[in-house]
């Protein structure tokens, strides 16, 4: 797509934290690009970006074998902010000294002293509390920079060089543990690149679907639909863009919610006027998943056998150019696409086979997170009840049952996240909590039921609370809520004795169990 007057560039240098620097940026209102570290200064000086931010990674700056940037952008004349790594880089390319720390490494909330005559803490706190992760530090500062925060343990946390507008931080000022983070970043974006925060989510929806019809021209589009929010407004985007040349496949495996198939058929057939198919492929896909536990194989099967239902189901409808999937950011980053190390793989990424059979991908969303596509979802009058719908993943119940799957415990699962969702719902807390379901774990207990010993299957509950799915907390659901989800699966769902409550954060856990 045809990048904004207003954009700003984020240089990825294999930090954890890349994409959420992006979409801070966008929380204000300023388009960004995400790019590798490789980018030369030509390219960046083409696309006439505003700014430049250099992200955080896990490698030294004084290492040869590190990741380097192209050391003209120094003398292209545009803003420059690096971040954690980005700073030290900053600093050892541009003359100064960064040196590994022995002892007293700072990790964590720290508090920290600022120059509020710096252009970058205007309007701040002399002292605040902000977010450091590091092992190195800058000793020397570069010729031109002054020294604009420092720590107890951080002789330079923060510097800036205020006439070419360079600036390096060494806390992260992108997570929300650092307290006017947001601050420093707008007076980055806003005094230092001079951006006027007019990009807003209408203007996404406005410009992507122009650049869809202009991309798909009079060629026809097969959408993998599932019914979530994601794969609904990347349907919805293409619908907007080329109407009838978009035909919509909904594989229901068998791996979905309770009654969700039905429920995804009659609202895109009837409210939205798509060019709707349904293929009910659950016995397919089990038979393809009998005795798998391996949770990657699990994702890999699921999504070549995604693929292989869409080619037979386009093979039936005459040549079929593209595939559209409502990837989106955080998928990407966790299939270990980028700079990024693999976490898991995706189903619409990293399961993908390699002979797909189309001419091209079209995955719209792959720049945004989860909040961002519901904002998109709500400006395309997508219902606000199916923009909120819980997230799902692409693999479904699959990933959500530890160990092989069969039909018994996925009907024993379903019956068991229905109650849960119920109950949220009950309770006011289906908006509350970002995403919430049940988990059939693989354990058997013992357990007294009716004066008698029992042996059966316990369920977890998985509830979190999280702005951007990279990093979740989990939900401190009322005890009287949980006592009755408890409560109602032990009693209406047939083979369930134990259910326990997932008390786990991410990290050092993945939102899902699998």
């Known amino acids: 797509m045809e990048i904004k007057n207003e954009a700003i560039l984020v240089m990825d240098f294999g930090g954890q934290y890349t994409q959420l620097i992006a979409r801070r940026v966008r929380e204000c209102n300023v388009y960004c690009e995400i790019k ?66 022995n002892d007293n490494k700072e990790y964590g909330k720290t508090d920290v002293e600022f120059d509020t005559s710096s252009l970058m803490f205007h309007s701040a706190q002399e002292k605040n509390i902000c977010w450091m992760s590091h092992t190195d530090r800058i000793e020397e500062i570069p010729h031109g920079f002054k020294i604009t925060a420092m720590s107890k343990d951080c002789p ?119 060019n709707l198919i349904r293929v009910n492929a659950k016995d397919r896909f089990l038979a393809k998943l009998a005795g798998v536990t391996e949770p990657e194989k699990k994702r890999k099967i699921i999504g070549e056998e995604f693929i292989r239902v869409f080619e037979e189901e386009s093979g039936k409808l005459g040549k079929i150019e593209y595939l559209c999937q409502g990837t989106i950011y955080p998928d990407v980053v966790e299939s270990g696409v980028g700079e990024s190390a693999v976490i898991k793989s995706h189903h619409n990424v990293g399961g993908l086979p390699e002979d797909v059979g189309f001419e091209g991908i079209i995955e719209p969303l792959r720049d945004l997170f989860k909040d961002e596509v519901r904002k998109a979802g709500l400006e395309l009058g997508i219902p606000e009840f199916l923009v909120w719908r819980q997230p799902f993943p692409g693999p479904g119940l699959a990933i959500r049952i530890m160990g092989d799957i069969t039909e018994d415990k996925l009907d024993i699962l379903k019956d068991a996240d229905a109650i849960m969702r119920e109950e949220f719902a009950n309770n006011g807390l289906d908006r509350q909590v970002n995403q919430y379901f049940a988990v059939m774990t693989g354990i058997k207990s013992v357990g007294v039921m009716g004066d008698g010993r029992t042996y059966d299957n316990t369920i977890a509950l998985r509830a979190v609370t999280t702005s951007d799915f990279m990093t979740a907390d989990w939900a401190r659901v009322p005890y009287d809520v949980l006592e009755k989800i408890s409560n109602r699966i032990i009693n209406e769902v047939k083979n369930v004795n134990r259910v326990v409550y997932d008390i786990t954060s991410k990290p050092p856990a993945t939102i899902e169990w699998e």
């Open 156 to 274: 330079v946390a923060a510097m800036e060089d205020i006439k070419r507008n360079f600036f390096g931080v060494q806390f992260h000022l992108e997570v929300q543990h650092t307290v006017e983070g947001m601050l420093y970043l707008k007076n980055f974006l806003y005094n230092a690149c001079g951006c006027t925060a007019d990009w807003q989510m209408d203007s996404f929806v406005t410009d992507t679907i122009k650049y869809l019809r202009e991309k798909i021209g009079d060629k026809k589009v097969l959408c993998a639909l599932s019914g979530g929010v994601d794969s609904s407004v990347a349907a919805l985007l293409v619908h907007k863009a080329v109407g009838k040349q978009l035909t919509c496949i909904f594989v229901d495996h068998g791996l979905l919610r309770k009654d969700e198939g039905d429920q995804v058929e009659s609202i895109f057939r009837q409210q939205f006027d798509m």
């Open 36 to 101: 590798p570290y490789k980018i030369t200064a030509e390219e960046i000086k083409a696309k006439n970006y505003r700014g430049v931010i250099f992200t955080g990674g896990p490698n030294s700056a004084y290492d040869a074998n590190g990741p380097k940037c192209d050391p003209k952008i120094f003398e292209i004349g545009i803003p420059v902010l690096g971040i954690c790594y980005g700073a030290q880089l900053m600093a050892e390319t541009l003359g100064g000294k960064v040196t590994g720390v």
